[in-house]
Structures are given as structure tokens and as C-alpha cells.
């Protein structure tokens, strides 16, 4: 009887501790991530999927999505994302470069690849300005900007815009694109960067999930429709529309351990931060 009781104690903690937002990133996520990306990158068998139901996309075709190689300052190097919203500007989440017991020293943001360790545009950085209402224990506020060298527009690299007014998105469909990896803990069998559809939902049905983390500031899709973004695809976008008029809508944030299915994944709400993000 001791046991049993026990046993469900347990499975109810960890059921528990599945429903927060994960704060330790880089020792959980991004740096085994940047680890299997090198490996598979070097390997004749790179293919380096990522999104979990999601499909691979070429390099030119999330112009604005920056892969982020993070070196942290016990020397150990991370993963996250990116978009550009100018040709000296990027934004992406605040956890990327910073969270509790974690720090990072410099991003190498690359543009117009499909691989994130070697190949095309690359910029290094010091220079990252974290939002000053950043909390790394609920992720609320997790957005920052990377102020970076200049960087040319072609067909491949191209900024995106800001989303502003009053629109939840809530029931609008928005692709997120990143670098990071399939849900489950696997690694994908085609394609690089990755992209999926995901439904914006409201953040009442995701507080259903997240409880109070939930706050204006934050976007939520539903990932029962079979996709969503997975750890490595932090700081990434969340955008609607296409060509000129692409917007960006979220900044990826949050989800469940492992991506797990059937359950919200959080975004920073762009429409929330765009007059901070251009002033800065």
C-alpha cells in the first residue's frame, strides 16, 4: 500500500514539474542540442530535423530566422534562434543569454544556411540587451535584442516586421520556424532548418495548462494538431502572413518537457514588446 502510494506521489510531481516552464535551458536542452547538431553536422548523415511534425525548409525560406551558436562562459556552447528586424538588430528570447545559473559570453548569429555550425552569413556578438522586466523564474518577459554588425538584405537574409495594435491572433494559423529538434527526444530524418503550422490559441485555455505564467505579455499555440517547436528552437519565430507581409508574432519561449504532445507551447507576445524592441 506504502508503495503504491508512493509511486503515484511521484508520477504526480512529475506530472507537475512537466506543466512549468523549463529555466534551465542551456544545461537541459541547448547545450546536449548544439552537441547532436555538431555531431550530425560533421557526420555524412546530417539531415538535422527539428520541429516535431513539421517540415524541412530551405535556406532562403525563413529569410529572417537567424540560427544562434551561443558560447557560454564555462566554455560549453548552446543553440537557440532568432529573427532580424533590421540590418544591425535581431531579437530573441532572453533565456538564450541568460537564465539562473547560466551565462553566455557571445552569440554567432547565421543567416542563409541550413546548417548552424559552418556555411553562411555569420556575425559574432557581445552586445545583447535583455529586456529589464526579464523574469528568469516564470519566463515572463523573455525577450531580448542582439545588436550585431551590418548585414547586406539578399533573397536569403531579410528582416521581418513587428506585429503592433490589438490583435490576439487567437484561431489565426502561424508557421514558427527554428533550429533545434523533433518532439519525443528524437532527431528528425530530412531537412535542416524546420518549420510548422501552429493555431494560436487563447491564453485562458493555455492557463489551463501553465496556470498563472500565463500573463498578457504571452502567446500560446495548440500543439494538437501534431506540431510544434521543441528546445533548440528558442528565440525563434512565430510569424504570419508571407513575403512583405510577414509579420512577427511571437518569440519562442516556453513549452512542455520534451515538447510533449497535446499540450501548449508559450511565445513572448511581439505585439506586447514592439515599441521596446525598436527603440532599442
Known amino acids: 500500500?506504502?508503495?503504491?502510494?508512493?509511486?503515484?506521489?511521484?508520477?504526480?510531481?512529475?506530472?507537475?514539474?512537466?506543466?512549468?516552464?523549463?529555466?534551465?535551458?542551456?544545461?537541459?536542452?541547448?547545450?546536449?542540442?548544439?552537441?547532436?547538431?555538431?555531431?550530425?553536422?560533421?557526420?555524412?548523415?546530417?539531415?538535422?530535423?527539428?520541429?516535431?511534425?513539421?517540415?524541412?525548409?530551405?535556406?532562403?525560406?525563413?529569410?529572417?530566422?537567424?540560427?544562434?551558436?551561443?558560447?557560454?562562459?564555462?566554455?560549453?556552447?548552446?543553440?537557440?534562434?532568432?529573427?532580424?528586424?533590421?540590418?544591425?538588430?535581431?531579437?530573441?528570447?532572453?533565456?538564450?543569454?541568460?537564465?539562473?545559473?547560466?551565462?553566455?559570453?557571445?552569440?554567432?548569429?547565421?543567416?542563409?544556411?541550413?546548417?548552424?555550425?559552418?556555411?553562411?552569413?555569420?556575425?559574432?556578438?557581445?552586445?545583447?540587451?535583455?529586456?529589464?522586466?526579464?523574469?528568469a523564474n516564470t519566463l515572463n518577459n523573455d525577450v531580448a535584442v542582439i545588436r550585431h554588425n551590418h548585414v547586406n538584405f539578399n533573397n536569403q537574409i531579410n528582416r521581418i516586421a513587428l506585429a503592433t495594435g490589438s490583435n490576439s491572433f487567437a484561431g489565426t494559423w502561424a508557421v514558427a520556424a527554428g533550429f533545434g529538434r523533433t518532439g519525443d527526444g528524437l532527431l528528425a530524418s530530412s531537412g535542416t532548418k524546420f518549420q510548422a503550422n501552429l493555431l494560436v490559441i487563447t491564453n485562458d485555455v493555455c492557463r489551463q495548462t501553465f496556470g498563472n505564467t500565463i500573463v498578457a505579455s504571452t502567446l500560446c499555440v495548440s500543439t494538437a494538431h501534431g506540431s510544434s517547436t521543441c528546445p533548440g528552437d528558442s528565440g525563434g519565430p512565430l510569424a504570419v502572413g508571407s513575403g512583405n507581409n510577414r509579420q512577427l508574432i511571437g518569440i519562442t519561449s516556453f513549452g512542455t518537457q520534451w515538447c510533449a504532445r497535446n499540450f501548449p507551447a508559450g511565445f513572448a507576445r511581439v505585439t506586447s514588446f514592439a515599441a521596446w524592441l525598436s527603440s532599442q
Not at 126 to 133: E, F, G, I, K, L
Open 1 to 135: 500500500m506504502q508503495s503504491s502510494l508512493l509511486f503515484l506521489l511521484v508520477v504526480a510531481a512529475a506530472a507537475a514539474e512537466l506543466l512549468q516552464p523549463n529555466t534551465r535551458y542551456h544545461e537541459t536542452e541547448g547545450i546536449p542540442r548544439f552537441l547532436e547538431v555538431q555531431r550530425l553536422e560533421e557526420g555524412s548523415d546530417f539531415d538535422g530535423g527539428r520541429i516535431w511534425g513539421g517540415q524541412a525548409a530551405n535556406a532562403g525560406a525563413h529569410p529572417h530566422l537567424g540560427g544562434l551558436q551561443i558560447l557560454l562562459t564555462d566554455g560549453r556552447q548552446s543553440i537557440c534562434g532568432s529573427s532580424l528586424i533590421s540590418n544591425t538588430r535581431s531579437v530573441t528570447a532572453a533565456h538564450c543569454w541568460r537564465t539562473n545559473s547560466m551565462q553566455a559570453r557571445q552569440f554567432t548569429v547565421v543567416w542563409g544556411s541550413n546548417r548552424l555550425t559552418t556555411g553562411g552569413t555569420r556575425v559574432v556578438t557581445t552586445n545583447v540587451v535583455v529586456h529589464p522586466q526579464y523574469n
